[in-house]
């Protein structure tokens, strides 16, 4: 089981430009959760999908959105980006109503 | 709002001291309550959980127990190593969204 596996691993954008963040689910995982962690933080909860939909999300603004396929892997998209967006994104997955979620190594975004 | 609040740190210790890093939560209802694990450059791997009152997770030396009377969930190892040096994470979750604290890093001495 290759657990949960998100790409890139590090990237590079400017500032105004938009950037798509991928993530595949551990087997027999259904809902796919995505965190923001800036540099000496917590992570911080973006949104969830489960059943192809957003189910939930946190305080991020509409810049922020996401996508989950039929395979349950998913990708956040994040426009107009801006130098704060800069952070370690991280994706977990879980079973639903079973609570624990496993995590990806995290994409590293870096805006300029 | 639910809210995770953990010592700051950075916290030094020497090998095979006592640590105790402590946490508290503030929850509408009754979470389940984990600590995460970062180590340099890598994501978050799970350490330990409990999912109801008075339930002590475990693992690699590793105790927290769920305590409701006091909202808390301290993290303690006996003896700690150099190779538990990392940030730790204390969280609750509910309805598969996980909530964290800020995180505390921890430095072992040899």
């Known amino acids: 089981d290759a657990g949960v596996t998100q790409s890139p691993t590090h990237l590079i954008k400017t500032r105004g430009q938009q950037v798509t963040l991928r993530c595949s689910p551990k087997?027999?995982?259904?809902?796919v959760s995505w965190y923001q962690q800036a540099l000496g933080q917590g992570p911080q909860f973006i949104f969830q999908?489960?059943?192809?939909?957003?189910?939930q999300r946190g305080n991020f603004p509409d810049r922020f959105s996401g996508h989950q396929f039929p395979n349950y892997s998913s990708e956040l998209n994040v426009n107009a980006l801006l130098l704060g967006d800069s952070a370690l994104y991280l994706c977990a997955s879980s079973l639903a109503g079973f609570g624990e979620a496993f995590f990806g190594q995290g994409t590293r975004l870096t805006v300029v | 709002g639910d809210s995770v609040t953990q010592m700051e740190g950075p916290v030094t210790l020497s090998e095979e001291a006592f640590l105790t890093i402590n946490c508290t939560y503030t929850a509408t209802g009754y979470p389940s309550l984990f600590w995460y694990v970062q180590y340099p450059g890598e994501g978050l791997q799970l350490l330990l959980k409990a999912t109801k009152a008075d339930d002590k997770g475990s693992n690699k030396g590793f105790e927290a127990t769920y305590r409701k009377e006091t909202t808390s969930f301290h993290l303690e190892k006996g003896s700690v190593q150099v190779s538990d040096s990392a940030v730790y994470f204390c969280a609750q979750g509910r309805d598969d969204k996980i909530i964290f604290g800020k995180g505390t890093r921890l430095h072992i001495l040899p």
């Open positions: 999908y489960y059943e192809e939909e957003e189910r």
């Open positions: 087997s027999g995982h259904d809902t």
